[in-house]
């Protein structure tokens, strides 16, 4: 309960913070876009990762708010980067599947949109399987208002969740992201591999964007690259950074 109360302050008081981790695409090393992740830093308690105090927010009826302050933190920054002249393509934000559920939310993203400035194709947002698998009518109605909107839809952390893969073509998704376990096991599980290389052949036979995530070594980046993985994020690249250290790679490394 403790925790709970902190958390509704850090909403309103603005403790939450977003950082940014690079999306690069494998066939020329140019930006594809960037992950904005969540991050908190409470004043007494220190930082509070998001692996904790998203499933908090999950249960004590904060998620909304999560979302909705991320949505706008996000579009407001990538915004601001585009008046600056920064050449950012567009931004990924992570929803949880309540925000899904909520009939409100394409009205609320095509609002956040116009007061930026921002369009449709500026904004992905991430999902996991279980949104998906949900089925419930309201998600389909939001998830197909959003895709007819224009805003692009990624499915987060593909290949850990439920194994159907009939949802796929029945859903207006744009984007797999290979989740980092795979990658992880790239170098040493011959299982990974062919797995990992069959998403990518889903992901072509679909016309998916996929995304490896958790990209370490130049390895893996090799492995990827010749599969014909478009993009890739991860360590190997850069973490997730605040915004000021985000510019600084942007003029460094780009
Ligand atoms: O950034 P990190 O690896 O610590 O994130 C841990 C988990 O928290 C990941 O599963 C990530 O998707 C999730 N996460 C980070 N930021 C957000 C956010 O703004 N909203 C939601 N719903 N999840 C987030
Ligand atoms: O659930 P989601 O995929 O959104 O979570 C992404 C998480 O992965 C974030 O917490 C981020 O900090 C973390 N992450 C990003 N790049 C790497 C990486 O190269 N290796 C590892 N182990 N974690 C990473
Ligand atoms: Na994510
Ligand atoms: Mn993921």
Same mark, same amino acid.
């Given at each position: ?8 302050? /850090? ?6 913070? #977003? ?6 695409? &494998? $066939?020329?090393? @140019? !930006? ?54 920064? /050449? ?6 992570? #929803? ?6 909520? &009939? $409100?939310?394409? @009205? !609320? ?146």
């Amino acid at each position: 309960q403790a925790l709970e109360l902190a958390l509704r302050e /850090a909403l309103e008081q603005k403790q939450l913070q #977003l950082h940014y981790q690079p999306q690069v695409r &494998l $066939g020329d090393s @140019r !930006l594809y876009g960037v992950e904005a992740l969540a991050r908190w830093h409470h004043p007494q308690l220190g930082d509070v990762s998001p692996a904790r105090f998203v499933p908090l927010a999950e249960e004590c009826g904060l998620v909304m708010e999560l979302g909705h302050w991320a949505l706008h933190e996000a579009c407001r920054q990538l915004a601001e980067w585009r008046r600056r002249g920064l /050449a950012i393509p567009a931004v990924s934000v992570n #929803l949880s599947p309540k925000n899904f559920h909520h &009939l $409100g939310l394409p @009205r !609320l993203i095509a609002d956040i949109l116009r007061q930026h400035g921002l369009s449709p194709t500026d904004l992905t947002l991430e999902m996991t399987e279980s949104v998906l698998m949900d089925g419930s009518p309201e998600t389909l109605s939001t998830i197909s208002a959003l895709h007819e909107q224009g805003v692009r839809l990624s499915i987060d952390d593909f290949g850990t969740g439920y194994s159907s893969l009939g949802y796929l073509h029945r859903l207006p998704v744009d984007e797999l992201k290979l989740d980092k376990r795979f990658v992880h096991d790239l170098d040493n599980d011959e299982a990974a591999r062919a797995l990992t290389h069959a998403i990518i052949r889903i992901g072509e036979s679909l016309h998916l964007t996929v995304v490896a995530e958790g990209v370490e070594s130049e390895t893996q980046r090799c492995f990827l690259a010749k599969s014909g993985c478009q993009v890739a994020q991860g360590y190997l690249f850069a973490r997730p950074m605040p915004v000021e250290a985000l510019e600084r790679w942007m003029t460094t490394t780009l």
